[in-house]
């Protein structure tokens, strides 16, 4: 049986508040690690039922990036829900939901620019 690693490495400042974060994965594009400015890992306990959760972001993360990657992610979820279940609906749902947050986030991007 083939194996496959995914590792992650959070540098923490004074106050452990990560600083910096970096993964890399044996069957991921690169070789080595790789800085990220944020991650989610969402892992499905099946005896309590419940998602486990881990979200950190370095210092470096802007709130506008904050916003981007966690319409990215609802939208990773669009897709896995149909590929996984062939959920049609719940998956529209999803994809329309992060439409509405891309024109959100339009309209705030253009409030801010008026505003310089």
């Avoid at 990773?76 to 891309?102: H, P, W, Y």
Wanted: with cysteine.
């Amino acid at each position: 049986m083939k194996n496959s690693e995914i590792r992650f490495r959070v540098e923490l400042d004074d106050s452990n508040i990560p600083d910096k974060i970096f993964w890399e994965a044996t069957d991921g594009p690169t070789i080595g690690l790789q800085e990220a400015r944020a991650i989610t890992v969402s892992v499905w306990d099946h005896i309590q039922q419940e998602t486990l959760r881990i979200d950190l972001w370095g210092k470096e993360m802007t709130v506008e990036e904050m916003k981007r990657f966690y319409i990215d992610t609802i939208g990773g979820m669009a897709q896995s829900i149909r590929t996984s279940t062939n959920d049609e609906f719940m998956s529209k749902e999803i994809d329309n939901l992060c439409n509405r947050l891309v024109e959100h986030l339009k309209k705030e991007n253009k409030k801010s620019e008026e505003g310089k």
